[in-house]
C-alpha cells in the first residue's frame, strides 16, 4: 500500500508539492548546493502527490475550471466545481508537463495506491454546484484509477453512497477500504454516531464492491481509530469535549456482506477521545478533560475486549506510535502555575508498556510553554512526527505562539530518545510554514516550508548548522518595476515576522535565485511598502 505525500525522493531529483508554485523539482546531488531545475504550475489547492517512474500525480482539490457548451450560445458558460488528479509527465525533470485529468466531484479526501491501482475517496456537498441550481445530492464517490499504463491513466470504477455525516476517515488494507462516517444525530439528540462500510478492492484489475455496514455509537476521529487484526475489525470512538463515553468495539469480517458486532468495552469517563492506536492483540485509548488517562486493553479475545490499566498524566496525548514494550506519544503539557497561570505546550512522552496492567510513563520532554500545532491533519500524523529508533532520534515540525515575544515561533524539533529517557535537543528553524522534516542519512536533515528549503548538519544535535537554503516561494507583500528590466519586491515571513527586499529581473519575478536580496530584521506586519 502506498501513500501520498507532498515530497518523493527519486534518485537525487526531490519532487515537492509547493501550495503556490506547483510541482517542483530539486537537485540535491550536491547538498550544499541544491537547485530548482523544474516546475510545473498547479492551479487549486494542491493535496496529495505520487511520483511513479516518469509520472507525478498530483491531488487537487477546489479546482475550478470553466468551459463553453459548443451546444449553446457563446455567453453560456458550464464550470466545474471540485477536485482533480492532475497528471505530470516528468520523463524530463527539468521540464515537467501536465499531460492530462480526470476530474472528482467534491472534496477529494484521501487515497491509497494498491498494486497498478490509485483509489480515491471523495465528498460532495451540495454547495459545490453552481449557484441557483437545484442540486441537492449529498455522497460519497469511491473511485479506481488504472496507473499500469501511464499513457492511458483512466478511471476503471466508481461507486456512489450516501454520505452519512460530516467527517469521513479511511482505514486501508491490500483488500479493504474502511470507510467512516461520523455525525450528530440531530433529530433524536443522540449525540455522534458512527458508520463504517466495507469497500472491497480485492479485484487486482480495480473493479469495487461495496459490502456490508457497521454502526457504532460516538465519533471516529481518525485512520488510527480503525484497525483490522486476523479478520477482526477494532475500532474506537467517543463523544465529544465531556459529553458522553469512550467506546472500543470488535466487528467480525470474516463475511464482508454481513458484518458482526462481537464485543464492546464503554469507558464512563465523560471526557474526550484524544487517541488511539492499535498494536497486534493490544489497544490503548486516551481521554482528557482535566487529566489524561491512559487506557491499555486485551484484545486477544474480540468478544471480550479487556481493560487491563490505566495510567493518569497531566495534559493529553494526540498520537502514539507503538514501539513493543514502549510508547512514544505526541500531545500537550497541560499545567497550572500557583498563580493560576495556565500553560498548555506541546509536549513528547515515553511510556513503559512492558506491563500492561500498570504502565508507566518515564520521561516527557516539552516546548517551554509554547501552544503549538503540527502541520497535518489527524490522519497525516505519521508523515510529519517521525521516530527514527536506529539514530536515538524523534523529530517533527511545528508553529507555535510565543506569549513573551508575541511572534510565532516554529521550525523542526529534534529529540533524543532511548528505552528510558528523552532530551530535548536543538530546534531547525525555518521560514513559512513548516511542513517536513526529511531525515537524510545519520547526519543531515532536509527541512520543506512552503517557502524555504534547508540542507541541515545535525552532528551536534544541539546546534544544527546550515549547510544550504533555497527559496522556493516568496510572500509578496509591494512589487514595484524598476528602470534596465528589473524589479523590487518586498517579502516576508508572516510566521516570523522577518523582512526581505528582493530584487529579480522583470521577466522573472518569481525565480528562486534572485539578482540580490537583503534581508531585514523588522516586523514583516509593521513594514511600509513605500
Known sequence: IEESDIYKLVGSNLFIMNRYRGLQVLDISDLDHPHLIGRAPIFGYPKEMYVRGNTAYVIVSDYYEFWRDSTQPDIYVQAFYGSQLRIIDVSDPRSPKVAGGINLEGDCSDSRIVGDVMYLVSNRYPWYSRYGSTDTEDKTQVLSVSLGNPADVRVIDTKDFPRNGWEHHIAVTPRTIYLASSGYEWERDAGYSTQIRYVDISDPAGAILLRGEASLPGRVQDRWSMDEHEGVLRVASGQSWGNGDVYLTTFSVADPDRIRQLGRSVLHVNENLTAARFDGPRGYLVSYRNIDPLFTFDLSDPAQPRLLGELEMTGWLDFIVPMGDRLVALGHEDLTDPDGTRKISLAVSLIDVSRQTAPQLLSRVTLDGAWGWIPSTRDDFAKVFRTLPEQGLILFPFQAWSSTDYRYVGGVQLIDFSS????????????????????????????????????????????????????LARNVQSFSPLSGGYAVQLSGDWYRGDTTITVTTLDEPASVEPVSQLHVITRYAGADPE
Open 420 to 471: 528510558t529517557t528523552l532530551t530535548r535537543r536543538g530546534l531547525i528553524r525555518d521560514a513559512g510554514w513548516v511542513e517536513r522534516g526529511i531525515p537524510h542519512g545519520d547526519a543531515t536533515v532536509l527541512t520543506l516550508s512552503s517557502e524555504v528549503f534547508q540542507v541541515m548538519d545535525i552532528v551536534n544535535r544541539d546546534e544544527p548548522r546550515l549547510r544550504a537554503r533555497l527559496e
